[in-house]
């Protein structure tokens, strides 16, 4: 038995509840050395750059923005944009992927689509909606819903197209109908993809918010840190930067959790 064959066959032995506190403290581990190498890397800009403000005058800048309300109201007025745009790309997404997945048709008359709107950054999408719809909670929404909407497309119609045809055809052959095949086959089938979809949409979706209200908006996450940049004050430009990035960093934790947590029968 070689030396890998002997670990292995003792990390399996190992109880249930030790691999698991085992990895759960690995995992807090590397999350704790990527925050301190974000903070050492802020600090190393601080020191070698002259403009760059410290973690003291950003935090209480923030601080300053709750203190006056502005914190909350603009993140607010941000969540409640974006995730109407989301949910709608979600579900828009999810029909179209499914019908790109089954149809033949469907797929070569989307697909070329869908590669374009993947490649348009979301820059473009926000400036385009700005100039379609002016400031107002449309050129928002809709970007978000613009820059979300191919990712969902294409995880879903993949995941699809994965589904065995000997499931489908054996489905058929016994007669089940349309609702009950989606319900029962094709929805646990692409389980793990819509997460992944999720995923990858809100991280684009989330970017497109920003640029859309920076561009078209006059409240929200994005106004409020072009409001600072304006006013040439990188400290507030910057906290609300770094609030825009632990939205990210928290919703990418959550969903990667939840992702473990639904895929967990293929490792078992």
């Known amino acids: 038995m070689t030396l890998t064959a002997a670990r292995a066959d003792r990390k399996a032995a190992r109880p249930a509840w030790r ?97 374009a709107g993947l490649a348009i950054p979301a820059v473009i999408w926000a400036l385009l909606t700005t100039m379609w719809f002016g400031f107002g909670w449309l050129t928002p929404v809709t970007t978000v819903f613009l820059c979300g909407l191919p990712f969902v497309i294409v995880n879903i119609a993949k995941a699809v197209r994965a589904i065995p045809a000997e499931t489908m055809l054996m489905a058929r052959a016994f007669g089940v109908g349309r609702a009950d095949v989606l319900r029962n086959v094709i929805a646990p089938a692409v389980a793990g993809s819509t997460i992944a979809a999720v995923r990858f949409a809100i991280m684009s979706a989330w970017n497109g918010l920003l640029l859309a209200e920076w561009f078209g908006a006059t409240s929200g996450v994005g106004w409020r840190a072009r409001y600072w940049y304006d006013a040439n004050q990188l400290d507030g430009f910057l906290a609300w930067v770094l609030l825009f990035i632990a939205f990210l960093i928290i919703v990418n934790q959550v969903l990667g959790w939840v992702e473990n947590r639904a895929t967990r029968w293929r490792r078992a």
């Open 19 to 115: 691999r698991h506190a085992s990895s759960q403290l690995t995992s807090a581990a590397a999350w704790t050395a990527s925050v301190l190498t974000m903070l050492a890397v802020w600090q190393l800009a601080v020191v070698f750059g002259h403009r760059v403000p410290s973690m003291a005058d950003t935090f209480a800048r923030l601080g300053s923005e709750s203190a006056d309300g502005e914190l909350w109201t603009n993140l607010a007025v941000s969540m409640n944009r974006f995730l109407l745009g989301l949910v709608a790309a979600l579900l828009v997404g999810a029909g179209l992927g499914v019908a790109m997945g089954l149809s033949r048709i469907a797929d070569y008359a989307l697909t070329d689509l869908t590669m």
